[in-house]
């Protein structure tokens, strides 16, 4: 069993004062205000290499650790600070007697703050250098003091990073030095950096075994967390603590710009956003999303509306006309579903403008995420719901990680991320029906693009359904893939039978709301009311509607064509494409693989459906 060391006791004290420190950095930046400020206090300045030099050159006075310790920098400087005078200044315990005397009896003097960088690993390992480069930018020093001035932070005060730069000149300005609370936390921190460095470097050598023919995935995986800030609850109000944290030393992909984002929210936002900037970058059209529960209700792409729409959407033909593609967008993907699109997360693919805002002002909606916003659109967002309407802005060129995890019931899941790009060449290169690729229209091969991009964020199992550059239906999250296409089936026969006439027709009493207008037209086209809910319902309008029936209904229907149907996994059976025949698809887009392709690939020929083979699964769980 190891020897357990007992604790070393000394002076306590909570302000510190520093009378020397040690800067040692390869990020430079706020390097010389903090200098200077520390010269200011009569703080001696220890320093190396080419930090030592800006300093001297900005004519603050400091003195080379080599100069102090009596020793050379060796080795092609991988020893500097690897000196009794260094880590004996940074460990020794203020106030005990025997390390007060065993300091003087070494010419030993206290250091009390270590301000430092590690070497650059990550980056020259993401630069492409080779091994041996990638060994020599192996931080052994600055571990090394950074591990000494966090053990000893009673005394001595560790700082990391620029960004406390100004925290450590503000709590010496106030107190004449550093607090032991500050102190902590800077350890805290500075010993999280330590092992996030260590893991990187731990990761990357599993690696190089792995490409000299070690056994894939038996390298120890290390990853370090930042709180970045706490959540009200997790997914139910009993599930706390909560938070978001991010990888050490990585920014988040969104920042807050209004409201306070909820843990579904965000799961939401994420999902949401990869959506619609995947459709951007296949379709180059301006794309949005609206997402509940990590699914999309809709999701859509900037396709002019006819007049039969504008109507079912309650908004004029002259004022769709002029809407722009953000809005546009996303007044399509709000309209796939509106009944499940209440209290939804949006997501936009280009900067919100005022068009956009004033969309989403009059709906129920909890947040938007987008890639920017136009100063008056933000203040029509900032001003909904009392304020409290969540507004993230995406990271600029934020790119994750390749391999994602997850923890579950004691396990980590590790994976590639799914980055694969749905594109046209996906739904041309293998066209499995009669009439071959030939058969597809332009807007057939957008509309399977936009379907597929839109299961790949959808809980599996699932298939959607698209028409004219917008889903009219999602089917998310069934066990049975038939069921999925029943589900999504059903959504898309609402979508048409909200543009029947004696739909469009419904005369609502003045006052009643946007959303039991949308409820009850939904309501009306289903039809099977209780008669305690047929009397509520009836007395929203000024005349009672005559029923819409079943005969109409599917006479309306016989008219549905060019719907597209995608599905992220194989069709098994060719009922799914029997019952997708009767809400008017046309076209079929699935990764194929199944002992069942040819039945249902005959199946789609008797419809008359053309089907693409795209060759990419996109369960999504």
Wanted: net charge negative; hydrophobic share 40%; aromatic share 8%.
């Amino acid at each position: 069993m190891a020897h357990i060391l007992s604790a070393v006791s000394g002076d306590q004290t909570d302000v510190v004062p520093i009378t020397r420190a040690l800067l040692s950095v390869s990020d430079k930046s706020s390097l010389i205000p903090l200098a200077t400020f520390l010269h200011s206090k009569n703080v001696h300045l220890l320093s190396t290499g080419g930090t030592a030099k800006a300093i001297r050159d900005a004519g603050i006075p400091v003195q080379d650790v080599s100069e102090y310790t009596g020793s050379e920098e060796c080795l092609d400087g991988r020893v500097k600070t690897l000196h009794p005078k260094i880590h004996g200044g940074l460990l020794g315990v203020r106030g005990n007697a025997k390390h007060e005397e065993d300091m003087k009896k070494n010419d030993i003097g206290k250091i009390d703050m270590t301000i430092l960088n590690l070497y650059p690993f990550e980056s020259t390992v993401n630069g492409g250098a080779g091994f041996e480069q990638c060994i020599e930018n192996i931080d052994i020093g600055g571990p090394s003091m950074l591990r000494s001035t966090a053990k000893n932070h009673a005394f001595t005060t560790i700082v990391t990073s620029p960004d406390q730069y100004q925290e450590v000149m503000d709590c010496m300005e106030k107190n004449g030095g550093t607090t032991l609370e500050l102190r902590k936390r800077f350890a805290a921190r500075a010993f999280a950096l330590s092992a996030r460095y260590d893991g990187m470097i731990a990761n990357w050598f599993g690696e190089q075994l792995e490409k000299a023919g070690g056994e894939k995935g038996s390298s120890v995986v290390t990853r370090v967390y930042e709180p970045e800030f706490n959540l009200k609850y997790g997914c139910n109000p009993h599930q706390k603590p909560a938070g978001i944290l991010s990888p050490l030393n990585k920014k988040l992909p969104f920042t807050v710009l209004n409201g306070t984002p909820g843990y579904i929210n965000l799961l939401d936002a994420a999902n949401a956003y990869l959506l619609v900037k995947e459709l951007r970058q296949a379709t180059n059209l301006a794309a949005a999303s609206s997402f509940k529960h990590v699914s999309p209700a809709g999701a859509a792409v900037a396709v002019p509306l006819t007049d039969v729409e504008c109507a079912a959407y309650e908004i004029t033909p002259d004022a769709a006309s002029k809407l722009t593609p953000s809005a546009l967008a996303y007044l399509r993907a709000r309209n796939a579903d509106p009944m499940c699109s209440f209290g939804d997360y949006a997501a936009v693919s280009d900067v919100v403008d005022e068009d956009t805002a004033l969309i989403l002002k009059k709906e129920v909606s909890d947040g938007i995420v987008a890639p920017g916003y136009t100063p008056e659109a933000l203040e029509i967002l900032k001003a909904k719901k009392g304020g409290k309407f969540i507004v993230l802005e995406a990271t600029p060129d934020f790119i994750p990680d390749e391999v994602e995890y997850r923890e579950v019931y004691g396990m980590t899941f590790a994976q590639k991320r799914n980055d694969v790009i749905i594109t046209a060449e996906h739904m041309t290169k293998n066209v499995v029906t009669k009439g071959g690729v030939s058969s597809l229209t332009d807007a057939a091969i957008r509309d399977m693009i936009v379907a597929s991009i839109c299961v790949k964020y959808t809980q599996s199992n699932s298939v959607g359904f698209a028409k004219d550059g917008m889903m009219v239906g999602v089917g998310a999250g069934q066990q049975s893939r038939v069921d999925c296409v029943k589900l999504a089936g059903r959504k898309v026969k609402i979508w048409y039978l909200r543009q029947h006439p004696k739909v469009l027709g419904l005369k609502f009493k003045e006052g009643v709301k946007r959303q039991d207008r949308v409820n009850a037209r939904v309501r009306y086209i289903e039809g099977d009311f209780t008669p305690e809910e047929r009397t509520r319902w009836e007395a929203q309008f000024e005349v009672v509607p005559e029923a819409l029936s079943e005969e109409e209904k599917d006479e309306f229907m016989k008219h549905a064509t060019g719907v597209t149907i995608s599905s992220d996994a194989f069709f098994p059976f060719r009922d799914s494409i029997d019952h997708a025949s009767k809400v008017g698809v046309s076209y079929v887009a699935q990764p194929g693989g199944s002992v069942q392709d040819g039945q249902v690939t005959a199946c789609c020929d008797d419809y008359g459906m053309i089907m693409s083979f795209t060759d990419v699964r996109l369960f999504h769980h």
